[in-house]
């Protein structure tokens, strides 16, 4: 390559690494109301985006998972520390990343690599009302959205596919899916065709709490 052509090609390269962070506001609504817990991803087109691993943590307290849903990058390490009195068995089925972890407390000694893109479904084996999720992602632009539905994510200049995901969706690809530019684009809506939330099971979560009392308390 001629000498005049480096130049210009490493030049451009430079001035793309250096381009000002954009931001695009997404909102996300269910027949017209704000949902919250919606994992928003922009994938970049035409390039590739190179994610970084993360140390996270998926946590159980009162018989739950905490937090609900938990966004990491793929390659990421997830630790699962019980803070319960009592014991729960971890698992999931999931194509993206099959495990468990034998029932115990405090914390394994080894966290759980995803190295798969996809949503991982928790479950416990003695407490069946607990749920949670683990989306596993391939872009290193990412956020959740808050109460009002509302999600902000930063990122260079270029043009991005634009989706999110929820639990309650139909099928984990039945949100919509939008081709953005930035930084022409500033503020999206998305509007998610949820499902009904089930119904609350009070009779577990009294249960749950009997066997808290019931349990020795830690040393």
């Not at 394994?108 to 190295?115: A, I, L, Q």
């Not at 808050?146 to 999110?164: C, F, Q, S």
């Amino acid at each position: 390559m001629a000498p005049r052509r480096c130049a210009a090609l490493l030049a451009g390269l430079l001035g793309l690494a250096t381009l000002p962070a954009a931001a695009v506001e997404v909102r996300v609504l269910s027949e017209g109301r704000p949902v919250a817990n919606a994992v928003v991803t922009l994938s970049p087109i035409g390039r590739a985006a190179a994610t970084v691993p993360m140390e996270a943590v998926m946590d159980q307290v009162n018989s739950e998972f905490e937090p609900r849903v938990l966004v990491v990058t793929k390659g990421s390490r997830v630790h699962f520390p019980n803070r319960d009195r009592i014991r729960h068995q971890v698992y999931s089925f999931s194509p993206a990343k099959r495990f468990e972890l034998p029932l115990y407390t405090g914390t394994p000694p080894e966290p759980v690599v995803f190295d798969r893109a996809g949503v991982v479904t928790l479950g416990c084996n003695i407490h069946d009302w607990m749920k949670g999720y683990i989306v596993v992602v391939d872009t290193p632009y990412f956020a959740l959205s808050d109460a009002e539905g509302r999600a902000r994510v930063d990122l260079p200049p270029g043009e991005y596919l634009l989706t999110a995901w929820h639990e309650r969706l139909p099928t984990i690809d039945a949100a919509p899916k939008r081709r953005i530019t930035l930084p022409t684009t500033s503020a999206e809506v998305l509007e998610l065709p949820l499902a009904p939330p089930p119904p609350p099971r009070g009779d577990e979560r009294l249960r749950a709490l009997q066997e808290r009392l019931r349990a020795p308390p830690r040393p």
